[in-house]
Nanobody, 114 residues
Framework: QVRVAESGGGLVQVGGSLRLSCVAS????????MGWYRQPPGKQRELVAI???????TYADSVKGRFTMSRDLAKNTMYLEMNSLKPEDTAVYYC????????WGQGTQVTVSS
């Protein structure tokens, strides 16, 4: 059983930056896909970025050019670098790692104030 935990959220002003981390309790070398998702207040969870093994990373149009997803398999960690943050980026952010099964974290709150 792999546990996944996000961190790095917080309160930031418009135009600011944050880097989210997603750490797995075990090796993720066998992953088939990874993704970042978010759930804005009162809305459904939505895709932010998804990265299949061996394939390109795809971003939601709303974050394209501002967010960058990366990973360090040696550290069992994936990242989401978020720049030029907007109030509409306010949400709980979740990471997902697929290794046959989907493993989700508990989420980290990002609040962008104007």
């Amino acid at each position: 059983q792999v546990r996944v935990a996000e961190s790095g959220g917080g309160l930031v002003q418009v135009g600011g930056s944050l880097r989210l981390s997603c750490v797995a309790s075990g090796s993720i070398l066998g992953f088939t896909g990874m993704g970042w998702y978010r759930q804005p207040p009162g809305k459904q969870r939505e895709l932010v970025a998804i990265s299949p093994r061996g394939g390109p990373t795809t971003y939601a149009d709303s974050v394209k050019g501002r967010f960058t997803m990366s990973r360090d398999l040696a550290k069992n960690t994936m990242y989401l670098e978020m720049n030029s943050l907007k109030p509409e980026d306010t949400a709980v952010y979740y990471c997902r790692i697929n290794m046959g099964l989907d493993y989700w974290g508990q989420g980290t709150q990002v609040t962008v104030s104007s």
